[in-house]
Structure formats: C-alpha cells, structure tokens
C-alpha cells in the first residue's frame, strides 16, 4: 500500500504567519482556474446568482478534494480492460467528510463528487450574531465511526475558528480518526492560528488567507454570509 508522505503537523505560536506553518495550504497561492471562481463567489454581483454561488463553492470543493488526495493512501490492483490486463492506483479507503450546517453543504458536495464513495457526517452549529461567541448544537450532530479513518471536515468560512474546533471536539464522540483534514474556501490568520494551535494534528487546506477579523469577528476581505448568498436570508 503506497502513501503519499503527510505534511508535519505544527501548533501555531502567535507571532507565526500561518501560511508559513507546513500544515497549512493555500491553494490560491498561486495563478489556477481557483482563483477564478474565488473572484466570483467574492464579487457582490455575480453573489445574485445564488445557483452560480453554490457551483463555485462546488468547484473549489472539487479542487481541494483533488489536492487533499494526493496525501491519502492508495493500493496497487489488477485491472483487465478490454484489451489486455495493467495495474492501477485505487483509494484504499475514502474518507469521512464532515460539513457544519448550512453554509457548508455546496462546499461539502464537491468534496462528495471526488470522493464518491465516502460517508458524511453533519453538525449543526451558529454564532450568536455580532459577537464571536459560537454554539455547537451536538444534538444534530450525526457521523459514522471515525475510528482509524481519514477525516475530512469542510466549512467555506474560517473566521475565528472556534465553530471548528469545537465541532471538531464534538466529533471525537464517533472516535478518533488516524488523520484528519481541515477545508475552508477563506480563513482570516486569527482563525487558521487558533485552529493549528488547537488541533495541531489536522492538515489545513484553505483556497485563501484575508486580511483579518473585524470588531465583529467577520472575515476581511470576505464574502459575505455564504449560508444566505447559497440559501437564501434568514429571519
């Protein structure tokens, strides 16, 4: 069974940049269609199209599934095709993928598109608004058993981080996973350094790192509310 080498886990110290941590990836680095769809879900017009939203959320899922997979594990098979008989890389197991409620649920299905056999978990879990206090409602919380198995856990916004972490926490009831990823669309730095600090074994893939958290713990640049601009406003 061939694995791909894991990048080392490294807790965050305060003054570290996070994108210099090598847990931490940013696909948007450097030039990709990404940063295309990035430009889009950020852009207050094209926000109107709620289905082109969801479809960019979608894709950038797509792209880090694909970036993510090349650190799982894979086994040499038999394949016969029509022709003659070779060998191929197959996944050895997929991954469990995780989402937060509701933002998380575009991001989530391009992750399920790559890996179209994986279970998935969902958690249920707000912020009260204008502060940067969060709830986890674990009452929803629903997952297969994550013991020994990879860990995908997606949400689009990483702003403080503390939804993360402590859905994260919450999912360690279903058991202990033997690696685990982090995916996010955008991260403010405050955000990716809480979570490398507190989950200092997940990998964290992010298409972006903004500028900071406002007063109100909301990302800067941004995007707005990704659960609204997919979904709809809520009361």
Not at 115 to 134: H, I, L, M, N
């Amino acid at each position: 069974m061939a694995t791909a080498p894991l990048p080392t886990a490294a807790a965050a110290a305060p003054s570290e940049a996070p994108e210099a941590l090598a847990n931490i990836h940013v696909v948007c680095a450097e030039p990709s269609i990404a940063n295309h769809f990035l430009a889009e879900l950020r852009d207050k017009d094209v926000q109107k199209d709620s289905l082109r939203f969801r479809r960019n959320l979608q894709r950038l899922g797509e792209i880090i599934a694909y970036r993510i997979s090349a650190h799982l594990s894979y086994t040499d098979q038999t394949i016969q095709t029509p022709l003659a008989e070779t060998t191929g890389k197959l996944l050895h197991d997929f991954p469990i993928l995780a989402t937060v409620l509701r933002a998380g649920l575009p991001f989530h299905q391009g992750f399920l598109n790559y890996f179209d056999q994986s279970p998935s978990a969902f958690v249920a879990a707000y912020r009260v608004e204008g502060t940067a206090q969060v709830q986890v409602q674990v009452d929803y919380l629903s997952a297969p058993s994550l013991d020994e198995r990879v860990l995908i856990l997606a949400d689009p916004m990483l702003a403080s981080g503390k939804s993360l972490v402590q859905t994260y926490r919450a999912m360690l009831r279903f058991g202990m996973p033997r690696q685990v990823h982090i995916a996010a669309v955008i991260a403010s730095p405050e955000g990716l350094a809480y979570v490398a600090r507190e989950i200092p074994e997940a990998n964290l893939w992010v298409a972006a790192i903004d500028e900071k958290l406002n007063a109100q713990a909301y990302i800067v640049p941004g995007l707005g509310d990704a659960g609204d601009l997919s979904y709809g406003s809520k009361l």
